[in-house]
C-alpha cells in the first residue's frame, strides 16, 4: 500500500535554471542529471525536474508538502530565496503546520511541520 511520498516531478519551463535553484536550496547537486530530466535524493524522496517538451505548461497542478522541523523559519527562508507567497503558515490543528510558496518555475511547493510523524528509517 501507500508508505509516503517517494517522488515528486515538477515540470518546468527551463530546466538549467531550475535545476540550480535547487541545487543551492538542498546544498547539494542532482544524483541525476540529464537533458531531459534531473532527479535530487531529499533523505530518501526524490524531487524530479523534467522540462515541459510539450508546449502544455501545467503549473500549480499539484502540491506536494515536504516535511520540515520549523514551518515559519523554513517559509521566511523560501520568501528570501525567489519564492512568492501563496498560502502564509498557518496551524490546521494539533501542532500541525503548513503553508505553499510558488517557487521560481512556477510549481505550488508546500512545506509542512507535523509532530505526529516521524521519518524512520528501515532497519536492516
Same mark, same amino acid.
Given at each position: 500500500?501507500?508508505q509516503?511520498?517517494?517522488t515528486?516531478i515538477?515540470h518546468?519551463?527551463?530546466?538549467?535554471?531550475s535545476?540550480?535553484w535547487y541545487?543551492?536550496?538542498l546544498?547539494k547537486p542532482?544524483y541525476?542529471?540529464e537533458s531531459?530530466?534531473?532527479?535530487?535524493?531529499? =533523505? @530518501?524522496f526524490? %524531487? &524530479?525536474?523534467q522540462?515541459?517538451?510539450?508546449?502544455?505548461?501545467?503549473?500549480?497542478?499539484?502540491?506536494a508538502?515536504?516535511?520540515v522541523?520549523?514551518?515559519?523559519?523554513?517559509?521566511q527562508?523560501?520568501?528570501?530565496?525567489?519564492?512568492i507567497?501563496?498560502?502564509?503558515?498557518?496551524?490546521?490543528? =494539533? @501542532?500541525i503546520? %503548513? &503553508?505553499?510558496?510558488?517557487d521560481?518555475?512556477g510549481n505550488?511547493l508546500?512545506?509542512?511541520q507535523?509532530?505526529?510523524?516521524k521519518?524512520t528509517?528501515?532497519?536492516l
Open positions: 500500500m501507500i509516503g511520498i517517494r515528486v515538477y518546468v519551463k527551463d530546466l538549467a535554471l535545476k540550480e541545487t543551492r536550496l546544498g542532482p541525476f542529471d531531459f530530466y534531473v532527479g535530487f535524493n531529499v =533523505e @530518501g526524490e %524531487l &524530479g525536474l522540462p515541459d517538451v510539450s508546449g502544455a505548461y501545467f503549473e500549480n497542478n499539484t502540491v508538502y515536504w516535511g522541523a520549523d514551518a515559519v523559519t523554513t517559509y527562508y523560501l520568501l528570501a530565496n525567489n519564492c507567497e501563496n498560502e502564509p503558515i498557518r496551524n490546521v490543528g =494539533e @501542532g503546520l %503548513l &503553508g505553499t510558496v510558488i521560481p518555475a505550488v508546500g512545506i509542512i507535523n509532530p505526529h510523524f521519518y528509517p528501515p532497519t
